[in-house]
């Protein structure tokens, strides 16, 4: 039997083209721009740009917003390459699929959250993002949440976000085999700001871990 490619990666709340460029000599899968206001990792329109002209070929690009009107999604949309969106709102299905382009739903582990049935009523997103869940914060919260709480599986592919590092990565990949992991504040310096040695540290853990 072949050997399935490694657990993929996303870097989350990329400010700079430093950081963007680092990601893609890594090998990361994709960067993730926040395209929201309250997030202390937000970009203007100005500054994603400068982002995603940093990239090599092959990296996707995902913007995320959080219960954004529709015209803020269309005006970045317009300005800024845009190849994935992620909502991590309370945005319907309806909502996401709008823009006609890919999308991915994020849901928040609240203590009462069906994942199952939560996902079910994303049917057509290319991925289902789990996040710790903290009332107030919409994602970036450094915290993560108890796995055994996840399905053993999905019809979407499951994309592993809150609180990951490279001290915990492995474990994860492990014990969940998740098409992808996110993260963002365990990667960081400071809010928005990348170090360039737990960026390495992080990829180089989950090449460690082998083929999923």
């Not at 050997?3 to 993929?8: D, G, I, N, S, V």
């Not at 690009?61 to 959080?66: A, C, N, Q």
């Not at 317009?78 to 382009?101: N, Y």
């Not at 710790?132 to 994602?139: N, T």
């Amino acid at each position: 039997m072949s050997k399935q490619a490694r657990t993929r990666v996303k870097y989350c709340g990329i400010t700079r083209p430093e950081d963007a460029r680092l990601a893609g000599k890594l090998g990361v899968d994709a960067i993730g721009l926040v395209f929201h206001t309250a997030s202390p990792r937000h970009v203007q329109v100005a500054q994603a740009q400068e982002v995603v002209a940093s990239l090599p070929a092959f990296v996707t690009v995902v913007g995320l917003f959080v219960d954004a009107k529709e015209n803020v999604v269309e005006q970045v949309l317009e300005k800024v390459h845009i190849d994935v969106l992620q909502f991590h709102g309370d945005e319907s299905a309806t909502f996401c699929r709008r823009f006609r382009r890919p999308y991915i739903k994020a849901l928040r582990m609240k203590a009462d959250i069906d994942v199952t049935l939560a996902a079910a009523a994303y049917a057509d997103a290319q991925a289902i993002l789990v996040d710790s869940y903290q009332p107030g914060r919409a994602g970036g919260t450094g915290q993560t949440f108890d796995w055994n709480r996840l399905p053993g599986s999905l019809e979407s592919p499951l994309i592993l976000a809150g609180g990951l590092n490279a001290g915990n990565v492995a474990a994860a990949i492990e014990q969940l085999n998740p098409y992808a992991v996110d993260v963002s504040g365990g990667i960081e310096r400071e809010p928005g700001v990348k170090d360039a040695e737990k960026m390495q540290a992080f990829m180089q853990e989950v090449i460690r871990v082998g083929t999923r």
